[in-house]
């Protein structure tokens, strides 16, 4: 959905008439320690109207000058301002640019030129910030418009935070009440035949939080190294458990010499 954000803000920047408008990102600061998870929308020069190349990419936050000082500012007391690159630092942008974003190469060696400098206007949300790129100044009215997207998308964004918090706490108490299943029937077995049934138990777990396939298998393997065999104690497929257990020799040429070895 952070790509439909881009894309309408794109949308509605055009709208406004904003000159030589190359697209708006949505870009997060916070998810990653080391790359700024980027979404983008923008139309290059020169393609038809209905022609947008959108996508996330992943920027190192070391990668170049332009994404240090985004950074930087994000960091610092303004929740708006604009970044104007050229020379040396526009074009390090575009190499790097260039190598993550494959369609922007493809359609700059059709361009016949590069702007000499570009105009990226920032409005900070908590997380990272809503940017629109353009080859001339940002007009007021855009960023306006940009200020306030930001504001309604900083509520949006919280939510979600919270909601994704609220979804990691949930799964953390289906595995931890998984694990307790577990543990009890661990605790209650009094004979190694057990085994079996334990195996069901954990399958049938690792099935209720969408580990194990509805098809998949489960068991224990216990090796017996004077003697050279592996017992297995498995379901079958689908999590059924087994009557009894199974013992393989551990010789060359066996199916079980391989595990024996790992």
Request: charged share 25%; proline share 3%; with cysteine.
């Amino acid at each position: 959905e952070l790509l439909d954000v881009a894309h309408v803000l794109r949308e509605q920047m055009g709208v406004l008439g904003q000159p030589q408008l190359h697209g708006c990102v949505v870009e997060l600061y916070d998810t990653n320690p080391d790359y700024v998870e980027s979404w983008h929308a923008f139309r290059p020069e020169g393609s038809k109207e209905d022609k947008l190349i959108e996508g996330k990419v992943y920027f190192a936050k070391d990668s170049c000058a332009v994404i240090r000082e985004m950074i930087e500012k994000y960091r610092g007391p303004e929740n708006e301002y604009t970044i104007q690159i050229s020379g040396d630092k526009l074009n390090e942008w575009h190499r790097v640019l260039a190598a993550i974003v494959p369609e922007v190469k493809a359609h700059w060696t059709s361009m016949e030129y590069m702007p000499a400098t570009m105009y990226f206007h920032c409005a900070d949300f908590s997380g990272g910030t809503l940017l629109t790129a353009s080859a001339d100044p940002i007009a007021n009215e855009v960023k306006g418009l940009q200020a306030r997207a930001a504001k309604v998308f900083d509520l949006a964004y919280r939510r979600f935070l919270d909601l994704k918090k609220a979804e990691a706490q949930a799964r953390e108490a289906q595995i931890e009440a998984a694990l307790e299943r577990v543990r009890s029937r661990t605790m209650a077995m009094h004979k190694s035949e057990e085994l079996l049934e334990i195996a069901n138990t954990v399958y049938l777990q690792l099935k209720g939080l969408h580990i194990a396939s509805a098809n998949g298998i489960f068991g224990f393997g216990i090796i017996d190294d004077h003697a050279e065999t592996m017992t297995l104690w498995e379901t079958t497929f689908g999590g059924n458990a087994l009557t009894e257990s199974m013992t393989f020799p551990l010789n060359a040429g066996s199916g079980s010499t391989e595990m024996f070895q790992k």
